[in-house]
C-alpha cells in the first residue's frame, strides 16, 4: 500500500519533516516515491506548505495519509 507520510529530516533536537508518498513497507527515512511538501514544527506559527495538485493526484490513485499528515493537509487546505 502507498502512504503520504512525514520523513525526518535535520539535526538533533531541530527536526524539519518532508511530506513524502512512499511504500507503506519501506522505513520512515527511506526510499520514497515523490516528496510532495514540508513542514516545520520550530517555526511560531508552525509552517506547512504543499502541492495540493500532487496530494489529489495520489490520494485519488488510493494513497492513505497518515493521521498527523491528514491533519496537517486539512490545516493547510488541500483536503
Same mark, same amino acid.
Not at 3 to 26: E, F, Q, W
Not at 51 to 66: L, S, V
Given at each position: 500500500?502507498?502512504?503520504?507520510?512525514?520523513?525526518?529530516?535535520?539535526?538533533?533536537?531541530?527536526?524539519?519533516?518532508?511530506?513524502?508518498?512512499?511504500?507503506?513497507?519501506?522505513?520512515?527515512?527511506?526510499?520514497?516515491?515523490e516528496e510532495i511538501g514540508t513542514y516545520d514544527p520550530l517555526k511560531t506559527p508552525?509552517?506547512?506548505?504543499?502541492? %495540493?495538485?500532487?496530494?489529489?493526484?495520489?490520494?485519488?490513485?488510493?494513497?492513505?495519509?497518515?493521521?498527523?499528515?491528514? %491533519?496537517?493537509?486539512?490545516? %493547510?487546505?488541500?483536503?
Open positions: 500500500m502507498v502512504k503520504i507520510r512525514l520523513r525526518r529530516m535535520g539535526a538533533k533536537k531541530n527536526p524539519y519533516y518532508r511530506i513524502v508518498v512512499a511504500d507503506s513497507r519501506s522505513p520512515r527515512d527511506g526510499r520514497c516515491i508552525s509552517e506547512t506548505t504543499v502541492n %495540493a495538485e500532487r496530494i489529489k493526484y495520489w490520494i485519488g490513485n488510493g494513497a492513505q495519509p497518515t493521521d498527523t499528515v491528514r %491533519a496537517l493537509l486539512k490545516k %493547510a487546505g488541500a483536503l
